[in-house]
């Protein structure tokens, strides 16, 4: 079924035949707005198997294209950092866990913001024909890229059985960090698209904007490898704590470190309902600048 058949069956449903632009939009529609994405809910989740059928199409690897990137980065990164550089790590966990642990979130993350960017000026079609709640397209983005992570996420069960690392109660921890993390993501999103709508120049910044930032998240090496007097403002990056707790509850055994993994949360939600406004403000004239 393609995103234009989708559209019109959704369109047809919901009684929306002349549409063409979403209304303005004011803080005081908010839950509105938020209601009408509720009832197109239908709609994010047959865009969102679309999007993961679309992505691995004519692929002679298929999914495991989710599992290659991780693993294929946990190969490299272990090389020059155990190999060469001789990089020492927290507590007995071997480096190829912990990095590889640290790499699912993080693939997740860069995934699902890389390609939700794009998410409208690659739509054109749909964007500046019909009427439909327009954020529903990079959050598809973003579950697609959430299912890619639960396809990686075996290998970890794997890499833990080989080095004999335990699965403890603690990694039920991770399904509330995961939110968090899917919360923040969410927010990033929204505000590139509508962003990237007016400044092309986003998508063409981003990759270097996430190299920097995964040197910036202790992805490569721990935690206590930045000094002290640079952890209080390090930790105002908000990957900091989602990507040290995913990894301290997996693979190290140990509860998150809350303090931590709040500052990413408080963070997370502070964002999304500021980035929703800003996408519902930008939304009203997408159509025309697209």
Known sequence: MTSDSVLSNRQSAARHTKVIRAPSFSVLRLLSDLRV???????????????????????????????V??????????????????MPTDGNVPYPILLYTALLIWTFF???LTS???????????VTKVYFPREILPVTYVVAALFDLLIASPVLLGLMLYYRVPLTF???????????????????ALVFSAAQVRFRDIGMALPLLLQIWMFATPVVYPLSAVPERFRALYMLNPMVGIVENFRRVLVEA????????????LI?????????IFFKHVEATIADVI
């Open 170 to 188: 603690n990694a039920l921890y991770a399904i509330p960090i995961i939110f968090v993390m899917t919360m923040f993501i969410t927010a990033m």
């Open 37 to 67: 994405f509720a009832d197109y809910r239908d709609l994010l989740y047959t865009l969102s198997a679309h999007r993961i059928k679309v992505r691995y199409k004519q692929s002679v690897l298929g999914i495991a294209w989710a599992i």
């Open 69 to 86: 990137q991780p693993l294929a980065l946990m190969l490299i990164y272990t090389l020059i950092f155990t190999v060469i550089t001789r």
């Open 268 to 276: 997370a939600m502070m964002m999304l309902p500021l980035a929703y």
């Open 110 to 112: 860069s995934t699902a």
């Open 116 to 126: 939700a960017t794009n998410a409208l000026v690659s739509h054109t079609h749909l």
């Open 254 to 265: 140990a509860p998150p470190d809350f303090f931590v993994l709040g500052i990413s949360a």
